[in-house]
């Protein structure tokens, strides 16, 4: 990768935003500040909060009041072995399900139970475990829709003749920033493919391009390094560096103890649908329970 | 400069842009009908007058089919109910007025409430759309298929009602409307063609063209059938704009998102239900204003509907038509729905005057005398086939069916994604080329870079 691929990190917080877009720039300026704080080590906010949160089906408890918090900032690996709740508790964030009981905070606001598109909308986006491209339609057309709160998806906007030219100019500034994060993740040459033809790799690198256009302040990665061969999990894990520096926050479920201990600052660990512990990774290999927990044992919780 | 390599493209671009292509095979077809016809010794202005008739219907069909499926992905079975609405309602609104209590004064059985005729469609087209969304809201939360379900039974759901003689006729402030029940509504509210001009302010173009029509051949419906044809042919381009123009936009982009994964779409905040329900209604406003132009038969005498009319056969030709051009591109709609009307709909009668014109059979008498046996005996007996060809000619109408049949089996095997299906037709409101706005070094080598990996 050349390095004129990659933007200092303002710049590129900036990027995002389209400069006179009325729409996202309030949320820019926010996330502005938000990136010199961290760039200064000011004490963290914490952007999302889970508390208690439980999720029943029919008689199975799949979540049992698991409550967690994500930093601003960092990359929070989510851990643990397969059937500890992980995936259901990733969908109960997200508006995929609906919690039976807890609440989901969400830069201080209750987002319990909105819609998948209502939380998406206020920066808390998520990528699919298996990647989720929309295949008949361009590398170019999958970020081109990315970017919330565009003027030309109101139809009259698009449609009538004296408004039109509002949706041009507003599409001309979205496809500069398309062009940009295409280059920052190498896949430029790639943009008047369609996206199905995309190997699995690129296919990885075309959603989190995708999510990351969408303005978010914390991405929820579901297994972002599944079936991605070592070179491309290096890739991958470069980029989120790069962009944890820039100020964005990651929670990253994943099932390699080893991916999550090396990269992540802090680490959740889940058993039986409640959080078992949680700190840096040092604390977290010191617990024993962990390793009880990842070996079937029976875990005092 | 990066933008050098691309002049040359848009030149050709030109050439081969999608209103050519469409022009293009229209001209085809027309020569094919013109030649065919001549030779035939077919008068024609009708030829091409009921050609153009049903090229547009079909066309403008497709359009507002491919707004559903091709775009969104929405699966509607019941297009010719949405029809049947606009056409209905249509008739309500614009035909004369009859005092209540005197049910058969004018024409038909009931009257209507005489407003004009473009009201009448607007009226139309708005009761369609909100018909669609009365089915939108409960059916479009259920997966593909079930939508597909209620949009059939729906579409059943109405032709049954309309025929129900409780609702034929009943007063509302005074005047004698209704849906006619099993006998139908008369549409006689004066020469359509007449209306539309006046309603354009072209009401002496239309009076003079019918005066000239007269003088020279002797009768004005001439004027009325080539009338009918234009308003068609612009109604063709007035839908393949509007949609072309929602195809590229951020809207359209929404909508194929749809089509391709709606969860996905949905996580990246985009508000997929109302999207839907939006487009539903605009597709469903669409097609019934093509039913007022498929039903009222200008050109012609009044035109008329009747519930036998709102079976689900006209549905799936236009899924026919649509699926031959290819569904998610407009063009391919409109080229579609050309070649459906012209080799599938209207081809095989066609075929069968022109035959008759030139072998000079009676074709009538000789399917009168002959049955299959007597077609198939001079085969086995001395190899002589053309007993049966002309058999076969005469039943082109049972035929019809399994040639379409037949077209769409080779299309599912050879071309599932139809003649310009699969291209790509990039849904935004400009060129995604890489902006050449920045005319830093770096980033012009790095697009140079990008091209050759291409």
């Given amino acids: 990768m050349s390095d004129t691929d990659i933007d200092p990190p303002e710049e590129a917080v900036q990027a995002n935003v389209p400069e006179d877009a009325d729409v996202d720039y309030e949320k820019a300026e926010t996330q502005d500040s938000a990136a010199e704080e961290a760039a200064k080590h000011v004490p963290q906010a914490i952007p999302l909060q889970v508390e208690n949160l439980s999720k029943r089906f029919g008689g199975l408890t799949a979540v049992d009041g698991a409550s967690f918090e994500v930093e601003q900032g960092t990359l929070t690996g989510l851990i643990g072995p397969n059937g500890a709740g992980k995936s259901t508790t990733f969908n109960c964030v997200t508006g995929v399900l609906e919690p039976t009981a807890g609440t989901v905070r969400f830069n201080g606001e209750d987002i319990t139970g909105l819609a998948p598109h209502q939380i998406a909308d206020r920066g808390l986006a998520r990528t699919f475990q298996i990647a989720r491209e929309l295949g008949e339609m361009t590398v170019l057309e999958n970020l081109m829709l990315a970017p919330t709160h565009q003027r030309g998806e109101s139809l009259w906007r698009s449609v009538l003749p004296f408004t039109r030219g509002s949706v041009v100019e507003q599409e001309e500034e979205v496809l500069e920033d398309v062009w940009e994060t295409l280059d920052f993740f190498d896949i430029d040459h790639l943009a008047d493919e369609y996206a199905g033809n995309l190997s699995g790799g690129q296919r990885k690198l075309l959603e989190l391009a995708r999510v990351l256009l969408t303005d978010p302040d914390v991405l929820l990665l579901d297994e972002p390094f599944a079936g991605v061969n070592p070179s491309l999990e290096e890739r991958l894990l470069e980029h989120l560096h790069e962009l944890r520096e820039q100020g964005y926050t990651f929670l990253i479920v994943e099932h390699d103890m080893d991916l999550i201990m090396d990269n992540c600052e802090r680490v959740i660990v889940m058993h039986q649908g409640s959080v078992l512990t949680e700190g840096t990774p040092e604390d977290v290999k010191a617990d024993e329970r962990v390793l009880e927990a990842y070996l079937g044992g029976e875990v005092e919780t | ?454």
């Fill in chain 2, 1 to 454: 400069m990066s933008v050098g390599d691309s002049v040359p493209d848009r030149v050709s671009a030109v050439g081969s842009s999608d209103p050519a292509k469409i022009i293009g095979l229209l001209v085809f077809i027309y020569a094919v009908y013109l030649v065919a016809g001549s030779i035939a010794g077919i008068n024609p202005v009708s030829n091409l007058t009921s050609l153009t008739r049903w090229i547009g219907l079909f066309a403008i069909a497709a359009l507002a089919l491919n707004l559903h499926w091709g775009y969104t992905g929405l699966f509607n079975i019941g297009v010719i109910g949405f029809m049947g609405v606009g056409v209905y309602v249509a008739a309500i609104v614009s035909k004369d007025p009859v005092a209540a209590g005197g049910g058969g004064a004018v024409g038909g059985a009931t009257g209507g409430l005489g407003l004009p005729l473009p009201i009448g469609m607007l009226a139309g087209a708005v009761a369609a759309a909100l018909f669609g969304l009365l089915v939108a809201l409960p059916a479009l939360r259920l997966r593909a298929d079930y939508l597909a379900i209620v949009t059939i039974a729906v579409s059943e759901i109405f032709r049954l009602s309309v025929r129900n003689g409780n609702i034929a006729s009943f007063d509302v402030g005074g005047l004698s409307v209704g849906f006619g029940g099993g006998d139908g509504l008369q549409l006689d509210w004066g020469s359509e063609v007449e209306l539309l001009f006046d309603a354009l302010l072209l009401g002496g173009v239309y009076d003079s063209l019918s005066a000239t029509a007269e003088r020279l051949i002797g009768s004005p419906v001439a004027v009325d059938r080539i009338g009918y044809a234009l308003i068609l042919l612009a109604f063709m381009i007035g839908y393949y704009a509007l949609l072309r123009r929602i195809g590229n936009s951020p809207f359209g982009r929404v909508l194929k998102a749809i089509r391709e994964d709606e969860e996905a779409t949905n996580s990246l905040g985009k508000d997929t239900d109302r999207f839907k329900i939006i487009v539903f209604m605009i597709g469903c406003g669409l097609m019934g204003l093509v039913g007022v132009l498929w039903f009222m038969n200008a050109g012609g005498g009044g035109g008329s509907v009747n519930p036998t009319q709102f079976r689900p056969d006209t549905t799936f030709y236009i899924w026919v038509a649509l699926i031959i051009g290819g569904a998610g591109s407009n063009t391919g709609s409109v080229m579609g729905g050309a070649l459906f009307a012209a080799f599938l709909y209207r081809g095989p009668r066609f075929l069968q005057t022109v035959i008759d014109k030139l072998t000079e059979t009676d074709l009538g008498s000789f399917a009168r005398r002959t049955g299959f046996g007597e077609a198939m005996a001079p085969i086995a007996g001395s190899f002589d086939p053309i007993p049966l060809l002309l058999y076969a000619v005469t039943k082109i109408q049972s035929l019809q069916l399994l040639i379409m049949g037949l077209v769409i089996i080779y299309l599912m095997q050879n071309r599932p994604q139809g003649l310009l299906g699969h291209r790509k037709e990039q849904a935004a409101a400009i060129s995604l080329s890489r902006p050449d706005r920045r005319s830093d070094g770096d980033r012009a080598v790095a697009a140079d870079g990008g091209a050759e990996d291409e």
